[in-house]
C-alpha cells in the first residue's frame, strides 16, 4: 500500500540550530514534492517544491532535499527562530494536479 | 488578493444531523479541493473540482457525503446524516493548475472545525 511516513515525535531544538525533518514515502513515483506549514487553527501554507530531476531547493533559511532513490526528502530550517514553531507537512504530488500528504511533524523551537 | 474564504469556522452537531460547509476559492483558480483532517492526521483528499466538473471523488463517502461546484467558483460540502468519526477539520484549497497539470501550489483555506455528539 501507499505510504506518507514523517516522525510522530515532536523536535524540539534550541534557537539557532539547524532543524532537520524527514519524509520517506512507499509505493509513489512522485515527479514533486512539496512542503507545507500549519500552524494550529489555520490551514496549511506552501513553503517550497521540488522536482525529481532536483537534488536540493533553496529558499531563505529553508533547504528541501529530493531523492528517489532512497524515496526521501529532507526539509531543514537553519537559524532556527521560535517563529518557526509549527507543523511541516510533506505531500507528494500524485497526477491531476493532486496531492497526498504525511501526516506532518511539529517543531518547537526553543528561545 | 484575497485569500479562500470558508464558514462556519465551527460547528457542533448531534450524530445524524446535517451539516453544510461554504467555500469561496480565489479569484480565477480553477481547481477547487474539500480535505478533511482528523486531530493528528494529515489533510486527506475527499473531492477535486476542476471548475464546475468533478475530477477525483474516489475518497468521497458517498453514501453520506455531497459536494458540488456550482457556476465553478463558490462550493458547499455537505455531510448527512453525520456519524461521530465525521469530527474533523474540513479544509477548502484552490489551484491555478488544472488537472493533468504538475507541479502547482494550493491555497488553503482556515478550515472549519465540525465536532459531531
Known amino acids: 500500500s501507499q505510504k506518507i511516513e514523517q516522525n510522530s515525535e515532536a523536535l524540539n531544538i534550541q534557537e539557532g540550530k539547524t532543524a532537520t525533518l524527514t519524509c520517506n514515502y512507499t509505493?509513489?513515483?512522485?515527479?514533486?514534492l512539496q512542503w507545507y506549514r500549519q500552524d494550529p487553527g489555520r490551514g496549511p501554507v506552501f513553503l517550497l517544491l521540488?522536482?525529481?530531476?532536483?537534488k536540493e531547493k533553496r529558499k531563505e533559511r529553508l533547504k528541501v532535499t529530493f531523492d528517489t532513490t532512497l524515496k526521501q526528502s529532507l526539509f531543514h530550517i537553519t537559524a532556527s527562530q521560535p517563529a518557526d514553531s509549527a507543523t511541516y507537512l510533506c505531500?507528494?504530488?500524485?497526477?491531476?494536479?493532486?496531492?497526498?500528504f504525511g501526516k506532518g511533524n511539529q517543531v518547537v523551537v526553543i528561545p | 488578493e484575497a485569500g479562500v474564504a470558508q464558514s462556519p469556522r465551527y460547528k457542533i452537531i448531534e450524530k445524524r444531523q446535517s451539516v453544510a460547509f461554504w467555500c469561496n476559492p480565489i479569484s480565477g483558480h480553477a481547481t477547487l479541493y474539500w480535505y478533511q483532517q482528523i486531530l493528528g492526521q494529515g489533510p486527506k483528499l475527499l473531492i477535486q473540482?476542476?471548475?464546475?466538473?468533478?475530477?477525483?471523488d474516489s475518497q468521497l463517502p458517498k453514501d453520506r457525503f455531497s459536494a458540488e461546484r456550482l457556476k465553478g467558483v463558490d462550493s458547499t460540502l455537505k455531510i448527512q446524516p453525520a456519524k461521530l468519526e465525521d469530527s474533523a477539520v474540513y479544509l477548502c484549497?484552490?489551484?491555478?493548475?488544472?488537472?493533468?497539470?504538475?507541479?502547482?501550489?494550493?491555497?488553503f483555506g482556515p478550515g472549519t472545525r465540525l465536532t459531531v455528539l
Open positions: 509505493n509513489y513515483s512522485p515527479a514533486y
Open positions: 484549497a484552490s489551484s491555478p493548475g488544472l488537472a493533468g497539470g504538475w507541479g502547482n501550489e494550493q491555497f
Open positions: 505531500a507528494l504530488e500524485n497526477g491531476n494536479n493532486r496531492l497526498a
Open positions: 521540488i522536482r525529481e530531476n532536483e
Open positions: 473540482f476542476q471548475n464546475n466538473g468533478v475530477v477525483d
